[in-house]
């Protein structure tokens, strides 16, 4: 197992690290040893050995200086604290940054969020009366604290329904994209993020009617 796997890689080193640690750091890095090894090894650079490697640490030393990816932007979008509008003006911002990188991929783009929105129905199926306990959330995959505030916040945002709408919205956007081709990506993509954070999951067309 991984976490297994990180526990003794960051043992043998010197260093301690939290559970709530492993879970982020398996959040954020591509599930493979060699780039666990290689992500993991800036710690060894920052910290003294013995030091405890926490859940803060690991936003320390990862995210901050992490490429933008589906991943920063279902986080991004899901900060209920912020009206809709400025929720949309940074995915746009992401989106660009993502769209301008050598490996930008519209179909994989919206593989990662709609694992995200899967992710959040499973937290609404699961808890969505707020009352399941620490071991049960773990239990689901919801296994950092990090990743529990932020389903949290998106059940917040969208319910269950809304949920498989934005679902729907995901794999029609991606039918289009394999039709149309890469030339209608950025449009599809943006129509796409509109409709997620304004609309919560209103296909384009169904707004158009509504306006007529």
């Known amino acids: 197992r991984k976490e297994e796997w990180l526990t003794s890689f960051f043992a043998k080193n010197g260093y301690k690290i939290h559970e709530d640690a492993v879970a982020a750091i ?13 992500e993991c090894s800036r710690f060894f650079l920052c910290f003294e050995k013995n030091h405890l490697i926490t859940e803060d640490d690991v936003e320390q030393i990862l995210a901050h200086n992490r ?20 929720r949309f003006e940074s995915a746009l911002s992401i989106l660009r940054k993502i769209r301008n990188s050598k490996e930008s991929n519209g179909v994989q783009f919206i593989a990662g969020l709609t694992w995200c929105f899967r992710k959040l129905k499973l937290w609404q199926e699961v808890n969505g009366d707020g009352t399941l306990g620490e071991f049960d959330l773990k239990k689901h995959g919801f296994s950092s604290k990090k990743m529990q505030t932020q389903y949290r916040n998106a059940s917040r945002i969208w319910d269950y329904r809304e949920t498989n709408k934005i679902l729907a919205i995901l794999a029609d956007t991606d039918i289009q994209i394999r039709q149309l081709g890469t030339n209608a990506e950025d449009n599809l993509l943006e129509l796409m993020i509109y409709s997620i954070i304004t609309k919560k999951g209103e296909s384009i067309e169904k707004m158009e009617y509504e306006n007529l």
């Open 26 to 38: 398996l959040e954020m890095i591509e599930n493979n040893t060699e780039a666990l090894r290689n």
């Open 67 to 86: 490429e933008e990816s589906p991943f920063t932007l279902f986080n991004a979008i899901s900060d209920y604290v912020k009206p809709a509008s400025a």
